[in-house]
């Protein structure tokens, strides 16, 4: 056995001898290097479960050797089990790398940025430890899914060679802060970190720590400026938290969209099972929502503006509404927002201008010159082909566009101010009011008032909620009315309901008032009836 071993001492290949119990009984110089650069404690660190399961399989049925091949970091391997001639309870493994097939397994797993594993890699990671917890129970994995909010703004200003040494920066740092961390680049800018640990008494909050502690300070990009990139980070604990590699990616990525909304420099969210039922809703609102658009079943309410100054009502917002036949009423809040991010309000966005423009012509015969105004999304303003469609809509109805007010919300107002100008322009040549919706909430800006072609602001509901209760909110309102007439734009008070707030928005002049005090939305019959009774309010 000396000569066998000082015969393996001068090999390349990796060599050890080990016991049933998986001891490492003896290894050569080439792996007792290898096991030092590579912080490896016992065989099960280096060797996956179900190859060791397949060689002592073969063992058992009378076979002195297994062979295969496998990876280990980035590494590819052929490797050979055998039984040692000296004692039938010692194995021997012996490992030989080889340069070509170490370039093709780079050129399939590895990252060529980070030069961490990529998506394929982590499948089969997922894959592989799902393998291993079947066989051992107390098994269990972390994985974290980290995106970075400011990404595209970094690549934009400072070049994407800065992004992907950040990149690089971030990857390398996951790797080796812990001895066992496995690190994936996903996406263009989403990292993967996997770690597996057995014991029950392991600190998952000490360890998710470390990980916030590398992005919570900024990134040194050259002597004059430091980028402080905005985290979020989705924790799954496996497998409790999902029993399929399949399962794991999606409970991941929503845990991680849970994290977006926490708004925290380093946001974290562990996974809970609501995430998965609410997603399954919004799967089936999804799918439900086609059906409706096709079928029918999405329709339009109606809620009055009131003339403050005439007490009269003055004209209606259209908003739409959802009834599906097995679910029942839909709430807007929950399908609306499906409906941007699945790219189905463009479609949905034509129906209601059509079915606003037909209903206008409608009341227009009957001698009720009304204005009736819809809500435009800025993923409706986005579509390149909107403004064609639009027009179209426009001459097919023949409607009276001084009689059609589009309010669009001020998130509008993060995109070009110069393409959103231009656009406004063209709507507006064609005869059509607009209005900005939501008006103080986010992207508030005078310049913007200024510059953009609107005829209308409309008050947020929430300041008119507590405008007579809290001097703040009083406040705001008083200055909105006043910068409206000093601009000369008309303006709208949302979701008033009560005498007071009436009382108050009466005596600041505000030209038009909305909410449930006086009406609620009503569907196009009940709204037809109270079109032939007194269109005055008190």
Known sequence: MQIYKKAFNLSSDLVLFFDKTLSILWMNKAFKAFKKEHDIDELADFVPYNLLRNAFDAFLNSHDTYECEFSFRHLYFDVKFSTTEMDDDQFMLVCHSTQHKKTIYELTYVDPITKVGNRTFALKELDEFYEQSALNPDLKMLMLCIGFRNFDRIDYFYSHDVGDRILRHFAQDLQSFKAGNKVFRTSGHGLLLFYKFEEDAFDIDAYVQQVVTIFNKPIQIDEENAIQVLTSIGVVVLPKDAKSTAEALINVNLTNDQSKKLYEKVAVQFYQESFSNKNLTNLTIERRLEDAINNNHLELFYQPKINLAKKQIDGFEALLRWHDPDLGWISPDDFISIAEDTGQIVQIGLWVLKQVCLQSNKWQSQGFNFKLSLNVSIRQLQDPNFFRLFTNIVEETGVDTSLIELEVTESILSESLEEI??????????????????????????????????????????????????????????????????????????GVETKEQVSLLESLSCDFIQGFYYYKPLDAKKLESLLTQSLTVK
């Open 421 to 494: 100008t231009e656009l406004f322009t063209q709507i507006k040549r064609l005869g059509f009011s607009i209005s900005l919706d939501d008006f103080g909430t986010s992207y508030s800006s005078l310049s913007y008032l200024r510059d953009l072609p609107i005829d209308i602001l409309k008050i947020d509901k929430s300041f008119i909620k507590h405008t007579c209760d809290n001097a703040k909110d009083m406040a705001i309102t008083k200055t909105i009315v006043t910068l409206s007439k000093d601009l000369q734009l008309q303006v709208v008070a949302e």
